[in-house]
């Protein structure tokens, strides 16, 4: 399984970006995807997760109201479209999957991991 997020780049804040991740390999669709975020000087952090259908959905309570998690099994590729940008958001973003059937919102359980595309909010 590889993992590409793209989509990062600089952008004022109240502005909006959105987020790719491409999946290559088996079993996209049978796998809970997430993205997690990590700003200079702190650990990672979940930011958003998604059921293998889409129907459920998580969010962290600093991204809720703003950011939308989504996935299209089709193109074996899963989005977050981020709202409303603060500076508070810049990061690192990486997507990750987890091929178990629970979605969970700590890093431990995700088995694969994308490279990370970085988002910048200029004040």
């Known amino acids: 399984v590889q993992l590409q997020a793209s989509g990062g780049g600089l952008v004022q804040a109240g502005g909006s970006l959105r987020l790719s991740c491409a999946y290559s390999g088996r079993s996209f669709s049978r796998s809970i995807m997430g993205w997690f975020r990590q700003a200079p000087g702190k650990e990672r952090e979940f930011v958003a997760a998604i059921s293998w259908s889409g129907g459920s959905t998580y969010y962290a309570d600093s991204v809720k109201d703003r950011f939308t998690i989504s996935r299209d099994n089709t193109k074996n590729t899963v989005y977050l479209q981020m709202n409303s940008l603060k500076p508070e958001d810049t990061a690192v973003y990486y997507c990750?999957?987890?091929?178990?059937?629970?979605?969970?919102?700590?890093?431990?359980?995700?088995?694969?991991w994308g490279q990370g595309t970085l988002v910048t909010v200029s004040s």
């Open positions: 990750a999957a987890d091929t178990s059937s629970v979605v969970r919102t700590t890093a431990a359980p995700y088995n694969y």
